[in-house]
Structures are given as structure tokens and as C-alpha cells.
Nanobody
């Protein structure tokens, strides 16, 4: 069973940047989708960005032009580059791998945007 471990979260001021990383313990070469979700206090978990099999990327409207999802197949790692962060981006960010064997979640990493 592949495991996912997120890193890169932290406290950043509005307008700042962070890069989240999701390291998989096995290959991420084949999948239906690789994605980043987030959950803010009192809110439902929402899809932030994902890569669909074939390479197409999608983003929630609120992060378009600010966030970029990418993957490094050789390192079995998915990244989320987050620029121009806003207080409303504050949440726990989770990595998600959807493949034929099922859906796998990471443990999450906290991102706090505050001055």
C-alpha cells in the first residue's frame, strides 16, 4: 500500500509563498488523479488542484493564477506551489492519490496565512 507524506506547510504572511510536497512511498506513474485538497476549520474539505491521468491540470477558481500543481515521477513526489497567499488560504492541506487500487490520503500539513 502506497503511503503519502506531506511537508512544506507553515506560517506565512499575506502575499507570501510556500511550496508543499507530497512524497509517495511507491510509484505514482499510473493513477486516475493526483490532487491537493484543503480543509479550513468549520468547512468541508475542498479540491484545490489536481492532475488527471494524461496530464491535464485543474484548479478551483479561487487559486487559479496563484497555485501550480506539478509532479516529479522520478522522485514519486507531487508539489503545490502557492504564491500570493491570502488569509482565506489558511487550512490543512491534504495530498490525494486516486488509482485503480483505491484512494489514498496523506496526513495533512497546516498552512496558516496571517500577518
Amino acid at each position: 500500500q502506497v503511503q503519502l507524506v506531506e511537508s512544506g506547510g507553515g506560517l506565512v504572511q499575506p502575499g507570501g509563498s510556500l511550496r508543499l510536497a507530497c512524497a509517495a512511498s511507491g510509484s505514482i506513474l499510473t493513477f486516475y488523479s493526483l490532487g491537493w485538497y484543503r480543509q479550513a476549520p468549520g468547512k468541508q474539505r475542498e479540491l484545490v488542484a489536481r492532475i488527471i491521468s494524461g496530464g491535464t491540470t485543474t484548479y478551483v477558481d479561487s487559486v487559479k493564477d496563484r497555485f501550480t500543481i506539478s509532479r516529479d515521477i522520478a522522485k514519486n513526489t507531487v508539489y503545490l506551489q502557492m504564491n500570493n497567499l491570502k488569509p482565506e488560504d489558511t487550512a490543512v492541506y491534504y495530498c490525494n492519490l486516486n488509482r485503480i487500487s483505491g484512494v489514498i490520503w496523506g496526513q495533512g500539513t497546516q498552512v496558516t496565512v496571517s500577518s
